[in-house]
């Protein structure tokens, strides 16, 4: 597993963050973003869809639960906060988007086992009194450790350990 984090200090800089992963986002991608409420994983998906070229700001889905957004790269975006169990993430045919796109995951913690094992991915973590972020990123398989290494090499972004 590969790991790199960093510190996100405004919404504006998640937003950032997001488009640089975005822009070196491509087909069969995933990316699941763990965090608290109002962390910023939705901010962070706004990033990607900037980055990935989509066509639609990214928003939160959680009462439609995935949203599409045409782009260079078609981004999936998943929200499972209101999800039971696995048996209702296997009704979305997510293993099929991936075929189609790039899959953002918000709180994939309520699909375990039910989302891609190489997956990106990300955690957030916000300290309350300042509204700074520590964002850590782990690559759990080939393919989304290749993706954390494009965005490493591309990103403007400083690792902060």
Known sequence: MSDFQ???ETEEDTVETGRALGEVLSVGDAVLLYGEMGAGKT?????????AECEVSARSPTFIIL??????VRIFHCDLYRIIGPAEIHELALDETIDQGALVVEWPENGAGA?????LEVRIKMEPSSGVRKISMTGCGPKSRSL???????????EKR
Request: hydrophobic share 40%; charged share 25%.
């Open 6 to 8: 960093l510190v996100s």
């Open 43 to 51: 901010c962070m998906t706004r990033g990607i869809a900037l980055g």
């Open 67 to 72: 949203a599409e957004y045409p782009g260079r």
């Open 115 to 119: 989302l891609p094992e190489d997956a």
């Open 148 to 158: 954390l290494d494009r965005f490493t090499r591309s990103a403007k972004v400083t």
